[in-house]
């Protein structure tokens, strides 16, 4: 579920969302979701992140909606959780691939892309853009933010 913020909240959606994703640790903690790794012992294993850090990104992201936990239990052992996307985690592939996009294209490693974008169907390599209604992509330069109508 999405959680309904008052008026108090900044104004700014960008501002909004850098809360929740702008951590550094965030959109690696995501990527591993996104590759299948949804365990807490794994995800810091493959990141070398400091437990307590994990525990305080992770509960960020439980409590914006973006994640949800899930128990499990082996034998012999405690409970312990999984960490699953949310529709809202999913949305933010856009947010990572537009972060890898711009990495690749300005802050490029000379052995080249660690990732590549394909479509899984077709194998097709994919760019982020913005889209019009009409599923055209639209050009950088003709891109325009505005405030809402009477603001």
Known sequence: MTPRLDEDSPACSIERSLTVLGERWTPLI???LFFGFVRFADIQQRLGIATNLLTTRLATLVDAGVVEKRPYREAGARTRYEY????????????LGALQQWGDRHLPRASGPSLRRRDRRTGAPLDVTFTGPDGRAVPLDEVEFTSPAGR
């Open 30 to 32: 995501l990527r591993e």
């Open 84 to 95: 699953h996307l949310t529709g809202a985690g999913r949305d933010a592939l856009v947010v």
